[in-house]
């Protein structure tokens, strides 16, 4: 029978009273892997829990190990992690240098002399089944026993088995939750099934229930209006007013006076008193359209309100206190404004609390179909019109655009032609003339339209695996099996900007 030294004891006694503490999982765990690096002469401590639908193991939390913006995760059987999930046997490496099936995917030991290591990993054990894999390094020559090193480290794995399972299920609703945002629209105003927007959809119904400041980026005319309305639609402040500020059409004269309001006098054409854009948001949301073109000085206040949350209007002695939610929205990158210096840095990480991406038409593949008809269908009512389907040319013109001024546009084209259209079909005559010279020659247009269809293919596969690889070509080109360079020149060919798929930390 193995007997604990009372330094152990006094630091499975600790680690137990730091579980008693009414901290959330998450906090519990790792506390408790910073009191077994502290208290013993293990370092670089895991937990990670098992997805009892895939067997697919997943690490959660770390200690000494920089795992920040990564997605580390193990098949059933992969690696010494894989394999003490899939068996529910503790394992001992004494030389991780030596050992194959060590992998450090968290590449915290590539500066380390690995045969100096021992790794030890044991099962997270709860209700008779494993929930987890707990492990740790330690140096080899301090490794006597190795049944001992398993017998410690299984007792720490009991302590924390409960909080690993409750862990378990929190990531599991999450998944669900994100799962079920994404499959449903948040807003019947926003059309579309493609996976972009999906992805869209998972946002919105994330950051709905919360007052967290959004930042919508997308070009002109991809929805970024909708998709605020949506946030506020589905938030607890649904109740109260969403206002809307385009920022764009505000000189720098009147943006005091419109954000923040005036009193009667204050200025020449001040005949009377008015409310500003944020008192009249009051206990909802105010939206600022197009942020990126307010000027410097217009800027330099709005940081001011959104820092201090309360305001003076122009010419009053009362302070106003400011309870709205903030969503901001831009057409501009403007990350690369705040490089050039046009944007300030300190307001944009103010703004850019949570971002959301607007797809343009071009990368949503068969949405611009869906859209279409959605749009035939609304002008036929309209209208009045008895307009019951899109001829296959006309789709074939639809497919084939690029689509320069998005969603909108597209709007605009439904509506020109189901004006034109003199039976019960859009066919591709009633489309605008920039549409219809994608039809000059028909074998021009069956390669032009497979073209089409391969780029957008290829364009969708290189952003997802961008995506994968939050941003980092080479890993985005292992994923792929193709090389870097090839990466590199297909981003720049389709125009796909790399740099906002990175995981930004404020």
């Known amino acids: 029978m193995i007997s604990f030294t009372y330094k152990d004891l006094e630091v499975l006694h600790d680690l137990a009273r730091v579980l008693a503490k009414p901290l959330d999982f998450r906090e519990q765990l790792d506390m408790v892997l910073e009191g077994l690096s502290s208290g013993t002469e293990m370092n670089r401590g895991m937990i990670s829990i098992l997805d009892r639908d895939t067997g697919e193991v997943l690490l959660d939390v770390a200690h000494g190990v920089d795992i920040?913006?990564?997605?580390?995760?193990?098949?059933?059987?992969?690696?010494?992690?894989?394999?003490?999930?899939q068996t529910g046997k503790a394992m001992v490496i004494t030389d991780i240098g030596k050992e194959a099936h060590f992998l450090d995917r968290t590449g915290a030991r590539r500066s380390l002399n690995c045969s100096d290591l021992a790794f030890v990993c044991v099962p997270i054990i709860y209700d008779e089944k494993v929930v987890g894999v707990l492990s740790a390094d330690k140096v080899a020559r301090l490794v006597d026993n190795q049944d001992y090193e398993i017998k410690f480290l299984s007792e720490v794995a009991d302590l924390i088995a409960k909080a690993v399972h409750m862990r378990s299920i929190e990531e599991e609703n999450r998944r669900l939750k994100n799962i079920l945002g994404r499959s449903r629209r948040p807003s019947d105003d926003i059309i579309g099934n493609s996976k972009v927007m999906k992805e869209v959809f998972g946002l919105i119904s994330q950051v709905s229930d919360s007052n967290?400041?959004?930042?919508?980026?997308?070009?002109?005319?991809?929805?970024?209006?909708?998709?605020?309305?949506?946030?506020?639609?589905?938030?607890?402040?649904?109740?109260?007013?969403?206002?809307?500020?385009?920022?764009?059409?505000?000189?720098?004269?009147?943006?005091?006076?419109?954000?923040?309001?005036?009193?009667?006098?204050?200025?020449?054409?001040?005949?009377?008193?008015?409310?500003?854009?944020?008192?009249?948001?009051?206990?909802?949301?105010?939206?600022?359209?197009?942020?990126?073109?307010?000027?410097?000085?217009?800027?330099?206040?709005?940081?001011?309100?959104?820092?201090?949350?309360?305001?003076?209007?122009?010419?009053?002695?009362?302070?106003?206190?400011?309870?709205?939610?903030?969503?901001a929205a831009s057409n501009r990158n403007l990350e690369q404004e705040v490089d050039s210096g046009r944007f300030r840095s300190d307001l944009y990480y103010r703004l850019n609390v949570f971002p959301v991406y607007m797809p343009a038409l071009r990368e949503r593949g068969s949405d611009i179909i869906l859209l279409a008809d959605f749009f035939v269908d609304r002008y036929s009512r309209q209208l009045k019109k008895n307009i019951k389907r899109i001829s296959t040319p006309a789709i074939d013109c639809l497919l084939a655009y690029h689509w320069p001024g998005n969603v909108r546009e597209l709007e605009n084209c439904i509506e020109r032609a189901v004006i034109l259209a003199m039976a019960d079909t859009i066919e591709s005559s009633?489309?605008?003339?920039?549409?219809?010279?994608?039809?000059?020659?028909?074998?021009?247009?069956?390669?032009?339209?497979?073209?089409?269809?391969?780029?957008?293919?290829?364009?969708?596969?290189?952003?997802?695996?961008?995506?994968?690889?939050?941003?980092?070509?080479?890993?985005?080109?292992?994923?792929?099996?193709?090389?870097?360079?090839?990466?590199?020149?297909?981003?720049?060919?389709?125009?796909?900007?790399?740099?906002?798929?990175?995981?930004?930390?404020?």
């Open 68 to 85: 920040q913006g990564l997605d580390i995760s193990y098949q059933p059987g992969e690696g010494i992690t894989g394999q003490v999930a």
């Open 430 to 506: 009633n489309l605008p003339p920039s549409l219809q010279m994608k039809l000059a020659g028909t074998e021009k247009k069956r390669q032009g339209q497979l073209t089409v269809l391969v780029n957008n293919f290829e364009r969708s596969i290189i952003i997802d695996a961008l995506k994968d690889a939050k941003g980092n070509q080479s890993k985005a080109a292992r994923v792929l099996g193709t090389t870097k360079r090839i990466i590199q020149y297909k981003v720049e060919k389709y125009g796909i900007d790399a740099l906002r798929f990175k995981d930004k930390k404020v």
């Open 212 to 327: 967290t400041t959004v930042l919508i980026n997308g070009e002109t005319g991809t929805g970024k209006e909708l998709v605020a309305r949506s946030i506020h639609r589905n938030s607890p402040r649904s109740p109260g007013p969403f206002v809307e500020v385009n920022c764009a059409a505000m000189p720098d004269t009147l943006i005091e006076s419109e954000l923040f309001g005036h009193e009667k006098g204050a200025f020449t054409d001040a005949i009377r008193s008015r409310r500003g854009r944020f008192e009249e948001a009051s206990s909802g949301t105010i939206f600022l359209d197009e942020v990126g073109e307010l000027s410097q000085l217009a800027q330099a206040k709005l940081l001011r309100v959104i820092q201090e949350r309360r305001f003076q209007p122009l010419g009053s002695t009362r302070i106003v206190n400011v309870n709205v939610r903030i969503i």
